[in-house]
């Protein structure tokens, strides 16, 4: 009797283990796929980005609308195409177990605005209509021996001294900025090695994609720029691309300063 009792500990205690050892297992990511398509048609969309902004990484559709992408349960998908309202759609047990799903996109009706051509009068003789045309340049200050330059904006007098005091006392503003969203932006160096996330910002103005990504909104990363001595206008007109390289540089140079 002793022996057979001490034989059901052993087979409880052995499965017990392995239960245990299973749930401590890491989740294996999968592949998932699907087809997207237009939700009035059902015309198949090629060349819309999907991005895992779990992973932060990503894919396109093919000509047929197929994509396959690394996701585990609970990743979130990010789905954009011009013209088309962006989704959000979240990973579930099912789509991993039965495979391919439809995805349908939605166009949005744009209206444009009414566009002033010039609002500038021109005369029609070159030397005078030169310097009646108004130029919108911007300067990015560097000094020897720092790694980065800084935006001053516009030539003006006191460019210079907004980007020495950005230079000389650069803690302040930088704590201020991205203590809070260390978790967010510690994603910026995944998103620059991705070549499919790189191609789809050069292409976009947007911020949409960037602040899926980052999870913050517009105005947020209007300020992170602002503070990180970018001009209005590069904040208003550079892609996507750009604005992650610069606040991904602006980080990086957080980064720094905090460790010291």
């Not at 088309?84 to 939605?106: A, Q, S």
Request: with cysteine; glycine share 6%; proline share 2%.
């Amino acid at each position: 009797m002793k022996r057979i009792l001490l034989y059901i500990t052993l087979l409880l205690t052995g499965i017990i283990s392995y239960a245990q050892d299973d749930i401590s297992k890491p989740q294996e990511t999968d592949v998932v796929s699907g087809k997207v398509l237009n939700a009035s048609t059902d015309k198949k969309l090629e060349n819309v980005h999907i991005v895992n902004l779990s992973q932060v990484i990503g894919t396109i559709t093919n000509d047929e609308g197929d994509f396959s992408i690394q996701a585990k349960v609970n990743d979130t998908l990010y789905f954009s195409y011009i013209g088309y309202k962006p989704l959000k759609i979240r990973v579930t047990n099912d789509w991993v177990k039965f495979g391919e799903v439809k995805i349908k996109m939605t166009e949005l009706g744009i209206a444009l605005e009414e566009v002033v051509v010039a609002d500038v009068q021109l005369t029609g003789y070159l030397e005078i209509d030169a310097k009646r045309i108004p130029v919108y340049n911007n300067y990015r200050y560097s000094i020897s021996g720092l790694d980065s330059g800084y935006e001053g904006g516009s030539k003006q007098p006191g460019a210079v001294n907004k980007v020495l005091g950005a230079i000389f006392n650069p803690a302040d503003f930088l704590y201020n900025t991205f203590s809070k969203r260390s978790k967010e932006l510690r994603k910026l160096r995944k998103m620059k090695k991705d070549d499919k996330i790189r191609n789809l910002l050069q292409t976009k103005f947007d911020r949409e994609t960037l602040m899926a990504l980052l999870q913050v909104d517009r105005l947020d990363i209007d300020e992170i720029l602002r503070n990180c001595n970018y001009s209005v206008d590069f904040i208003k007109f550079a892609n996507d691309l750009q604005i992650l390289d610069a606040i991904s540089e602006c980080y990086e140079e957080y980064k720094v300063l905090d460790r010291k």
